[in-house]
């Protein structure tokens, strides 16, 4: 391996590590990110480490993961009787939930269920529905974010193994 591609390595590394940061934080495009990062490795590498077929597999996951995660999120607010709006207030709840400090993740996960709970009651639900809204919420944005976190693991692995090994 030459300095550039040591160089182009450690950057695509980098923009990865965002990547699975930003799966964990909606706040940012994690698969997306792992995605862009190893497209663009294999193009300033002239698809040396990375092949063409190892890049349509991780344009395929990324595309499956990001499906996935909007379609298990609503099923799970539609299958508990949620609404539109309980599935914006989970996803604000996220974020005003990480904002807090000293919870960590915690906050995130509170904060999409409280969020969901309060903008269902805000609609006009009852207490035992919003209730059941909310936690279809949270169950929903769990299930895609662990698909996700999975997918993305997964990706970042298959790249450091094909560029190193």
């Not at 182009?8 to 997306?32: D, E, K, R, S, Y």
């Not at 002239?46 to 999120?73: E, N, P, Q, R, S």
Request: glycine share 16%; charged share 5%.
């Amino acid at each position: 391996m030459v300095w550039y591609e040591i160089l182009f390595f450690i950057l695509a590394l980098v923009i990865m590590l965002v990547g699975l940061i930003g799966i964990v934080l909606p706040i940012l495009p994690g698969l997306p990110l792992i995605f862009g990062a190893s497209l663009l490795f294999s193009i300033a590498t002239g698809f040396k480490y990375i092949g063409t077929g190892t890049i349509i597999i991780f344009a395929c996951l990324t595309l499956i993961g990001m499906i996935f995660d909007y379609v298990a999120t609503s099923l799970g607010v539609k299958k508990m009787g949620g609404s539109t709006i309980g599935m914006i207030g989970a996803f604000i709840g996220m974020i005003v939930g990480l904002l807090i400090p000293g919870v960590g993740i915690f906050g995130f996960i509170i904060g999409a269920f409280i969020g969901a709970v309060v903008c269902e009651l805000l609609i006009g639900k009852e207490a035992h529905n919003a209730l059941k809204a909310g936690f279809g919420s949270f169950i929903g944005f769990l299930a895609g974010g662990v698909l996700r976190l999975v997918i993305g693991v997964v990706m970042v692995g298959v790249f450091f193994y094909q560029v190193l090994f």
